[in-house]
């Protein structure tokens, strides 16, 4: 069992942690007020681009404005996989939270043990989006 950081090097993580919700904040306002599909100063896909494709990532702006209006039903149809860890996310986050009120000092919010299975799940999901069984999966 390791000792808890010095307090000193917690402290200096809040700057990180506000500057971080701060962008957040502001990521999402812009995309609050600018509908994707309708304003152009979004990055393009450059997979979509080159090669017709749908990425793991295809639709995902366009699900965040979905999801910021209310529309989960068009969030869904935009990128599923986005909306499943957007939830995926908000549950770790609040068994994290209840973790650190319970005095567990190292608990992590991504333990490295959930990069391949997540690595994995996005491979496969950009491949199946791109079957014609499939099309469904597709935000176009």
Same mark, same amino acid.
């Given at each position: 069992?390791? @000792?808890?950081?010095? %307090?000193?090097?917690?402290?200096? *993580?809040?700057? @990180? ?8 904040? $502001? ?17 393009? $896909? ?5 090669? =017709?494709?749908?990425?793991?990532? $295809? =639709?995902?702006?366009?699900? #965040? ?13 935009? *990128? ?9 996310? #908000?549950?770790?986050? =609040? ?9 567990? %000092? *190292? ?34």
């Amino acid at each position: 069992m390791s @000792a808890a950081p010095p %307090k000193i090097l917690r402290r200096q *993580n809040r700057p @990180a942690i506000l500057i971080s919700g701060a962008m957040v904040i $502001c990521v999402a306002a812009v995309v609050f007020f600018f509908d994707p599909s309708k304003n152009h100063f979004y990055p393009v $896909c450059l997979f979509h681009k080159y090669t =017709g494709l749908e990425c793991p990532g $295809c =639709g995902a702006t366009r699900a #965040v404005y979905a999801l910021l209006h209310g529309n989960f039903p068009a969030a869904l149809h935009d *990128n599923v996989l986005l909306v499943a860890l957007i939830f995926l996310s #908000v549950i770790r986050g =609040g068994w994290l939270a209840l973790e650190k009120t319970r005095g567990q %000092k *190292n608990a992590v919010f991504f333990p490295s043990r959930f990069f391949w299975p997540l690595l994995m799940t996005a491979l496969i999901f950009g491949v199946v989006r791109n079957l014609p069984w499939f099309a469904f999966l597709s935000p176009d």
